[in-house]
């Protein structure tokens, strides 16, 4: 599919686990089909019945992989659970997690979301070593190295483990000894902990699973925090020196589903905050609001409430578009778009428009967007963008564009504004949107990542990283 139909930053996983329940399985599959927007290449599942393991995972969507009969085969009390959008290593069978492996202290499985900066380094280390590494995932150099741990307990497998790993992490392990949960100390990427009403525990990227499974939301695992779960309970350490938090704010802009609670706060209503604020720095005489479907939608009806303009629905999306499709011979005129968003030319003819956005990457669905909303009529079109430009490329688990590809890297509101052939481009100031997060006249950023916006990395890059994953094409920017 044309790259240019999805002009997003792309979510890189998500990731589920369950401890104490008949129906371990079953629930994981829900779980990760409630979690499939934050991963659409590829899913797995391991189970565990007290005595074996079992283990399914394909290419693919999450309906479309487990059927009754894989689910069937996956036995037991215990499973954890992956959705994969890749970052690192390609898009193959190998590189879907779960990975699950054989070692001293018996069989582990583990998921992972989140991107390790210093996992070539550490790979090289390992194969000098003599590991044989089976897939070109990040997240295999973390089993390694509790497999080469000379340490007792698991627990203190993965605390040592995890001592050498730069970059961020959320972790579910299950092995024989339980399900174990690990946030890095930064808690870059979400991790929350849930109980079910028959008493078992559940860990997830995300809160919106607790609701399909009726399970009740505990609390955010910590960051830095190791939590065990088996029979005994849950169990908790905080092993890691403190790190200063730097959540990543671009849960609340985009990747998480609106009805989560990430952070601690309700996703859909810091998005309808951002539109609010977007209409208070970038107002503008217009007859009508209307969302880039879905993800625009709270922030253009928090934008239409604080600036007095009607909301409606202005682009219908087509939510059947899979993965491919067949472009006719004959070229049509921005295809892609068109087969994905339709205008509705009655509404929009004749009329001021600002049409809301949560983001804009490289611009050239905007553009697209823009013109198509002409075509149907309008006499001007005002865009309005509910988060800062983004300016530089995420290396913490999350797929971006490079550096050159990101239009507002190398180009001015102005120069963006001509290219996508708006009458006016406008985005929310970082001070916005933190009013936004924090619900308050405090613009400060206390706790959130917002190297895309900032070009800060909380977690600098040494010398030796920078040379060997050729993160930056030019000098590298500033860590906070």
Same mark, same amino acid.
């Given at each position: 599919?044309?790259k240019?139909i999805f002009?997003?930053?792309?979510?890189?996983?998500?990731?589920?686990?369950?401890?104490g329940?008949?129906?371990?399985?079953?629930?994981?599959?829900?779980?990760?089909?409630?979690?499939?927007?934050?991963?659409?290449?590829?899913?797995?599942?391991?189970?565990?019945?007290?005595k074996?393991?079992y283990?399914?995972?394909?290419?693919?969507?999450?309906?479309?992989?487990?059927s009754?009969?894989?689910?069937?085969?996956?036995?037991?009390?215990? #499973?954890?659970?992956?959705?994969?959008?890749?970052?690192?290593?390609?898009?193959?069978?190998?590189?879907?997690?779960?990975?699950?492996?054989n070692?001293?202290l018996?069989?582990?499985?583990?998921?992972?979301?989140?991107?390790?900066?210093n996992?070539?380094?550490?790979?090289?280390e390992?194969?000098?070593?003599?590991a044989i590494?089976?897939?070109?995932?990040?997240?295999?150099?973390?089993?390694?190295?509790?497999?080469?741990s000379?340490?007792?307990?698991?627990?203190?497998?993965i605390?040592?483990?995890?001592?050498?790993?730069?970059g961020?992490?959320?972790?579910?392990?299950?092995?024989?000894?339980?399900m174990?949960g690990?946030?890095?100390?930064?808690?870059?990427r979400?991790?929350s902990?849930?109980r079910?009403?028959?008493?078992?525990?559940?860990?997830?990227?995300?809160?919106?699973?607790?609701?399909?499974?009726d399970?009740?939301f505990?609390?955010?695992?910590?960051?830095?925090?190791?939590?065990?779960i088996?029979d005994k309970?849950?169990?908790?350490?905080?092993?890691?020196?403190p790190?200063?938090p730097?959540?990543?704010?671009?849960?609340?802009?985009?990747?998480?589903r609106?009805?989560?609670?990430?952070?601690?706060?309700?996703?859909?209503?810091?998005?309808?905050r951002?539109?609010?604020? &977007?209409?208070?720095?970038?107002?503008?005489?217009?007859?009508?609001?209307?969302?880039?479907p879905?993800?625009?939608?709270?922030?253009?009806?928090?934008?239409?409430?604080?600036?007095? &303009?009607?909301?409606?629905?202005?682009?219908i999306?087509?939510?059947y578009?899979?993965?491919?499709?067949?472009?006719?011979?004959?070229?049509?005129?921005h295809?892609?778009?068109?087969?994905?968003?339709?205008?509705i030319?009655?509404?929009l003819?004749?009329?001021?428009v600002v049409?809301?956005?949560?983001?804009?990457?490289?611009?050239?669905?905007?553009?697209?967007?823009?013109?198509?909303?002409? #075509?149907?009529?309008?006499?001007?079109?005002?865009?309005?963008?509910?988060s800062?430009?983004?300016?530089s490329?995420?290396?913490?688990?999350?797929d971006?564009?490079t550096?050159?590809?990101?239009?507002?890297?190398s180009?001015?509101?102005e120069?963006?504004?001509?290219?996508i052939?708006?009458?006016?481009?406008?985005?929310?100031?970082?001070?916005?949107?933190?009013?936004?997060?924090?619900?308050?006249?405090?613009?400060?950023?206390?706790?959130?990542?917002t190297?895309?916006?900032?070009?800060?990395?909380p977690?600098p890059?040494?010398?030796e990283?920078?040379?060997?994953?050729?993160?930056?094409?030019?000098?590298?920017p500033? #860590?906070?």
């Amino acid at each position: 599919m044309d790259k240019d139909i999805f002009d997003k930053m792309h979510e890189e996983c998500g990731i589920f686990g369950i401890f104490g329940h008949p129906e371990a399985a079953n629930l994981t599959y829900l779980g990760l089909y409630a979690l499939q927007h934050r991963g659409q290449e590829a899913s797995g599942i391991v189970t565990y019945d007290g005595k074996d393991f079992y283990q399914e995972k394909e290419i693919g969507l999450v309906a479309d992989i487990f059927s009754e009969d894989r689910l069937n085969r996956l036995k037991g009390h215990a #499973a954890i659970g992956h959705n994969r959008y890749s970052t690192t290593g390609g898009n193959k069978l190998e590189n879907v997690q779960p990975i699950m492996v054989n070692y001293a202290l018996g069989t582990l499985s583990m998921v992972h979301n989140g991107n390790l900066i210093n996992a070539t380094f550490l790979r090289d280390e390992l194969e000098a070593y003599g590991a044989i590494f089976q897939s070109s995932m990040d997240s295999e150099v973390i089993i390694h190295l509790i497999a080469h741990s000379r340490k007792k307990e698991l627990t203190e497998r993965i605390i040592e483990s995890l001592s050498r790993v730069r970059g961020a992490y959320s972790l579910i392990f299950l092995s024989e000894q339980g399900m174990i949960g690990v946030r890095d100390p930064h808690g870059v990427r979400p991790l929350s902990l849930g109980r079910l009403k028959d008493g078992g525990h559940v860990l997830s990227s995300e809160t919106c699973t607790f609701d399909l499974i009726d399970a009740k939301f505990v609390r955010d695992i910590e960051p830095g925090e190791v939590v065990l779960i088996n029979d005994k309970g849950v169990t908790s350490s905080s092993p890691f020196l403190p790190e200063n938090p730097a959540h990543c704010v671009f849960e609340y802009v985009y990747f998480s589903r609106p009805d989560s609670d990430v952070y601690g706060r309700n996703v859909y209503q810091i998005r309808k905050r951002m539109g609010k604020e &977007l209409a208070k720095e970038g107002d503008i005489k217009a007859d009508i609001v209307i969302p880039v479907p879905d993800s625009g939608v709270p922030a253009a009806l928090g934008y239409s409430e604080a600036s007095g &303009l009607p909301y409606d629905t202005g682009l219908i999306r087509n939510h059947y578009v899979g993965r491919t499709f067949i472009e006719p011979q004959q070229a049509i005129r921005h295809f892609g778009v068109k087969i994905k968003l339709n205008a509705i030319s009655g509404l929009l003819e004749g009329k001021r428009v600002v049409v809301v956005d949560d983001s804009l990457v490289r611009g050239t669905t905007s553009r697209k967007i823009v013109k198509m909303i002409r #075509a149907a009529g309008a006499k001007e079109v005002h865009v309005r963008i509910s988060s800062p430009p983004i300016v530089s490329p995420c290396f913490y688990g999350i797929d971006t564009p490079t550096r050159q590809e990101l239009v507002a890297s190398s180009h001015s509101v102005e120069e963006i504004r001509k290219y996508i052939t708006a009458d006016t481009l406008t985005y929310l100031s970082n001070e916005g949107m933190f009013r936004a997060v924090y619900q308050s006249e405090t613009c400060e950023n206390q706790h959130f990542c917002t190297a895309c916006f900032s070009e800060e990395y909380p977690i600098p890059f040494t010398g030796e990283e920078i040379k060997q994953l050729g993160l930056f094409e030019i000098d590298p920017p500033s #860590a906070q």
